[in-house]
């Protein structure tokens, strides 16, 4: 049993930078991911890395501007977030997987409580 607990979100000015960062217990390391979740909106894939950190995946809405890493030593994965839009405020989870590696939420057993980010503008 898996238990994630993410860090760094906060409000930061529209263009600007911030790097979440999830801390996950239990048997490491596992297949990692980032999803959002605005208001009204079903939760989305943001970017994920798998277990041995050699590949990485992501939306095409974070595609050039966020970067997913991770450090299996510290069992804590990173979203680094810069030019940050107006549309990319939400609460942010952090998701983990011991089976599989995608973009769907249904891969993902572990979850978050998530850290809220919010862009002002």
């Known amino acids: 049993q898996a238990q994630l607990a993410e860090y760094g979100g906060g409000l930061v000015q529209a263009g600007g930078s911030l790097r979440l960062s999830c801390v996950v217990s239990?048997?490491?390391?596992?297949?990692m991911a980032w999803f959002r979740q605005a208001p009204g909106k079903e939760r989305e894939f943001v970017a994920g890395?798998?277990?041995?950190?050699?590949?990485?995946l992501y939306a095409d809405s974070a595609k050039g501007r966020f970067a997913a890493s991770r450090d299996n030593a510290k069992n804590t994965m990173y979203l680094q977030m810069n030019s940050l839009k107006p549309e990319d405020p939400a609460v942010y989870y952090c998701?983990?997987?011991?089976?599989?590696?995608?973009?769907?939420?249904?891969?993902?057993?572990?979850w978050g409580l998530g850290t809220r980010v919010t862009v002002s503008s």
């Open positions: 998701a983990a997987s011991s089976r599989g590696f995608g973009a769907q939420t249904q891969t993902f057993e572990y």
């Open positions: 239990g048997r490491t390391p596992y297949h």
């Open positions: 890395i798998i277990a041995s950190a050699s590949t990485t």
